[in-house]
């Protein structure tokens, strides 16, 4: 049985456009991830989840430990529910959450917070003053981990943190320890140029190489500046943990003695966009069904939604694939729409109203804030069905 009839078998019972999760490919993808970090724990980054059961089943299996979470409120939800050792790894200008982050000891215990500024400081600092008692606020630097070449006319990475020399970060903890009810505990620096862009992407020899090269000379820089950071900041603080990586770098970025853990999350999923790595190979485990409710000619069909793109720079490769069956693809005058999405192909001829179309969404929990239940299927049983975060009412962007 391939997979399009397990799917079809398992939720034959429910009208769609629903999603569903196969458990197999996940623990498959998730125990890939553990070989890949090679001992080390591994943070399991909510934002490419986005369902607090499937967060507590993934943290239940060996070589995860921690969440890291992308809001200040989306990290108190899940430590109200029991979750601990969460890093918000983005920056918060939340005043009403952090002064409900700076009134509950238990959530101040298990929370920390990035700040890659004296200004993020000046912010927390003013919108807790009024929460007595205060607790400690634990912090984490965000250290910028792009990749800059020929003086500063060539950069690879993702626009973060300011903070991207050695002295730059022990000036910064030296900001923290100065004020009172902060606690350094952490330093995150994420490369983005290695962990989220693929080394083999197809028909695209010339780029793949270019691709390759800078990520080489990336992680080379990386290992060198990074371990100079942390030592610099370590003359300051004592660190609980320092923290790298993504799905796409974990073998790499592990072999880091200054890194203690790495984080992934598109990796459970393995999401189209992940589709173009050397280094690893997952399986689709995320995907989502839609009906067919035209057939506009023989060779064209036309479901019902669709128009789900993912973010980030716009084009064709932030659209959901076409999964299964093979060999469907978008109306080039139309692509993937709101209300209707037009495919053709061979494959299309033997399809009728009210089949499915099974599709892969570009990246990994963004998927999560169009459906509000994941339908978990095992072989070709539909064994449970559970809440996203929509599902629980909980919209965190």
Request: hydrophobic fraction near 45%; charged fraction near 25%; aromatic fraction near 8%.
């Amino acid at each position: 049985m391939d997979d399009r009839q397990r799917y079809d078998r398992a939720t034959a019972a429910l009208e769609p456009p629903f999603a569903v999760v196969d458990l197999a490919a996940l623990r498959a993808n998730a125990a890939d991830l553990v070989r890949r970090a090679a001992g080390k724990p591994i943070r399991v980054a909510s934002k490419s989840v986005r369902s607090r059961p499937l967060l507590e089943r993934i943290l239940a299996m060996d070589g995860f430990r921690g969440v890291m979470a992308y809001t200040l409120p989306e990290a108190l939800w899940l430590a109200s529910h029991g979750f601990t050792d969460i890093l918000v790894a983005y920056p918060t200008a939340d005043r009403h959450a952090l002064a409900a982050l700076a009134g509950d000891p238990r959530a101040a215990r298990e929370i920390t917070v990035i700040v890659d500024s004296p200004a993020h400081l000046d912010f927390i600092e003013d919108a807790v003053s009024a929460t007595h008692p205060r607790s400690e606020i634990r912090l984490c630097l965000d250290i910028d981990a792009s990749y800059v070449a020929f003086g500063g006319r060539f950069r690879a990475g993702a626009l973060r943190s300011p903070v991207r020399e050695p002295e730059q970060a022990a000036d910064l903890a030296a900001a923290v320890a100065k004020r009172p009810g902060f606690r350094l505990s952490g330093l995150m620096a994420y490369e983005a140029q290695i962990a989220g862009v693929g080394d083999d992407p197809p028909d695209r020899p010339l780029y793949a190489r270019a691709v390759r090269f800078m990520q080489a000379r990336s992680a080379r820089d990386l290992v060198i500046r990074r371990g100079r950071i942390v030592n610099a900041v370590r003359r300051v603080a004592d660190l609980d943990f320092v923290n790298g990586g993504g799905t796409g770098s974990v073998e790499r970025t592990v072999r880091e003695k200054a890194i203690t853990e790495v984080a992934a999350g598109s990796g459970f999923f393995h999401p189209r966009l992940f589709d173009f790595y050397r280094r690893f190979a997952g399986r689709p485990a995320a995907l989502f069904a839609l009906p067919v409710v035209r057939r506009p000619a023989p060779d064209t069909v036309t479901v019902l939604g669709g128009g789900y793109p993912a973010s980030g720079s716009a084009g064709p490769s932030r659209l959901p694939q076409p999964y299964l069956p093979a060999g469907l693809r978008y109306s080039p005058d139309e692509g993937a729409g709101e209300v209707q999405t037009p495919l053709i192909g061979r494959a299309a001829e033997d399809l009728r109203i009210g089949d499915r179309v099974w599709f892969r969404h570009a990246k990994a929990g963004e998927l999560c804030e169009r459906f509000d239940t994941l339908h978990l299927v095992e072989d070709d049983q539909l064994v449970a069905s559970i809440p996203t975060y929509r599902g629980e009412g909980q919209t965190f962007l």
